[in-house]
């Protein structure tokens, strides 16, 4: 069965960093390329981050290209997410997600995803 658990989620003030990581169980965790995606209350789910199998290729959409950056540990089973300079609109539960949005049934999706953390970015 495929597990997912996202941490490392809290309480920021606009400009500060925190780190998010990711730990995974129930599949070949180096076999797949990973995501992580957020949702703010009451809205859809948005693409933050991808990372491919070995961690040499990363992705990130405009609106955390440049502040964020994504990584994996393949020997932990873990993949990271470093949040720096964040502004209030990143407020939302984070997921980590097996796969890419490339193609992808977002219903379906979010069934694997589990429990995400809360990250609050207010002053």
């Known amino acids: 069965e495929v597990q997912l658990q996202a941490s490392g989620g809290g309480l920021v003030q606009p400009g500060g960093s925190l780190r998010l990581s990711c730990a995974s169980s129930?599949?070949?965790?180096?076999?797949?390329?990973m995501s992580w995606i957020r949702q703010a209350p009451g809205k859809g789910p948005e693409w933050v981050s991808s990372?491919?199998?070995?961690?040499?290729?990363?992705y990130y959409p405009d609106s955390t290209k440049g502040r964020f950056t994504i990584s994996r540990d393949n020997a932990k089973n873990t993949m990271y997410l470093q949040m720096n300079n964040l502004i209030p609109a990143d407020t939302a539960v984070y997921y980590c997600?097996?796969?890419?949005?490339?193609?992808?049934?977002?219903?379906?999706?979010?069934?694997?995803w589990g429990q995400g953390t809360l990250v609050t970015v207010s002053s």
């Open positions: 997600a097996k796969g890419t949005p490339n193609g992808v049934s977002w219903n379906d999706w979010r069934r694997q």
């Open positions: 990372i491919n199998r070995d961690g040499s290729a990363t």
């Open positions: 129930g599949f070949t965790f180096g076999d797949y390329d």
